[in-house]
């Protein structure tokens, strides 16, 4: 498959395309595969009537507009848009949402954890690390305790892609405390900060997270290079041992034209790209960028599913004809 995308405004966004069927679970349509990672997308506009919990792998879910909280026997985290929010494998949980929301979750097939380039040899986060403890945010108990938050007794189990209903006979929410080293947490997107150069830096320095097969990436509003010849638009460029996939958030993309908020492209492995014609030029000068976006490289290829075939933005490709 050649680079694609969903564009928006003008084009079928996914905020115009997602599912809007209900809840978080519901919603959701897996656009992108591959043994370690699946993307899903969803336009949920009501919260979850039941427990859930993904046997298959840890999620993050970027929040690209919306705002509730996720409850779990650990405890509650609250989330706004342009978050990302973790939950571990397994673990029951439901979404409560304040309204409609645009998510896109990564399912990772292998557990998702900070960079091990972030991590001091004891295992906490190191100074050279572009985010702190600080910045996480973890579950607390509201006032009244877990029974307060009256969980659902249903809980849905998704195993092996198979979903299977369990009726609990007691609260699950109905804990004395928790140990372990897995939580639930919440992170801002604009905590991320990532290294500055004089001249262009390679993607690895927007690296967020991390698995076996696959790295999730931010970028963030920040300085650009400050050589005196630098050039800040990035070059053209091939990955030939990833697939590239950018989910764009807001603010004006240097290396794109005609690309807004809640579009998603492809660039799949060895595949030549770079920047739009003209953006070269048009960066020179500059010095900040105020583009905000998600980006997820994997080691094995990634496989379209119909639901990314069925809002692919077909002139794309030509789109660096001059």
Same mark, same amino acid.
């Given at each position: 498959m050649s680079a694609s995308s969903v564009?928006? &405004?003008?084009?079928?966004?996914?905020?115009?395309?997602?599912?809007?069927?209900?809840?978080? @679970?519901?919603?959701?349509?897996?656009?992108?595969?591959? &043994?370690?990672?699946?993307?899903?997308?969803g336009r949920?506009?009501?919260?979850?009537?039941? @427990?859930?919990a993904n046997a298959d792998g840890d999620e993050l879910t970027f929040v690209h507009q919306g705002s509730g909280r996720v409850e779990s026997p650990l405890g509650v985290v609250p989330f706004n848009d342009k978050d990302y929010v973790y939950v571990p494998q397994a673990l029951p949980h439901r979404w409560q949402l304040d309204g409609p929301a645009l998510l896109m979750t990564m399912e990772a097939r292998s557990p998702l954890r900070v960079p091990k380039q972030y991590r001091a040899p004891e295992g906490q986060l190191s100074m050279y690390a572009p985010y702190t403890h600080h910045d996480f945010v973890e579950p607390v108990w509201p006032e009244g305790g877990a029974e307060s938050l009256e969980a659902p007794r249903r809980v849905i189990v998704q195993s092996g892609g198979m979903l299977t209903a369990f009726e609990m006979s007691h609260d699950p929410f109905d804990v004395v405390g928790w140990d372990?080293?897995?939580?639930?947490?919440?992170?801002?997107?604009?905590?991320?900060?990532p290294k500055t150069g004089a001249v262009h830096l390679p993607p690895t320095i927007h690296t967020t997270f991390a698995g076996n097969g696959y790295v999730v990436c931010s970028f963030v509003p920040r300085v650009v290079d400050f050589g005196k010849d630098a050039i800040p638009c990035p070059y053209p460029h091939s990955s030939p041992d990833c697939d590239e996939v950018l989910f764009y958030v807001e603010g004006n993309f240097t290396s794109r034209k005609g690309v807004g908020p809640a579009s998603i492209t492809l660039h799949p492995r060895g595949l030549p790209h770079g920047p739009h014609p003209g953006t070269y030029e048009a960066s020179i000068g500059t010095t900040r960028t105020d583009e905000l976006a998600v980006m997820i490289d994997t080691f094995k290829p990634l496989a379209p599913t119909r639901h990314a075939a069925a809002v692919e933005e077909r002139a794309y490709n030509t789109s660096w004809v001059r």
């Open positions: 564009q928006a &405004p003008g084009a079928r966004s996914l905020a115009q395309t997602a599912s809007t069927i209900g809840s978080p @679970l519901l919603s959701r349509q897996l656009f992108f595969t591959n &043994p370690d990672i699946g993307v899903w997308l949920p506009t009501e919260s979850e009537p039941t @427990l859930v372990g080293q897995m939580w639930p947490f919440a992170f801002p997107i604009l905590a991320f900060q």
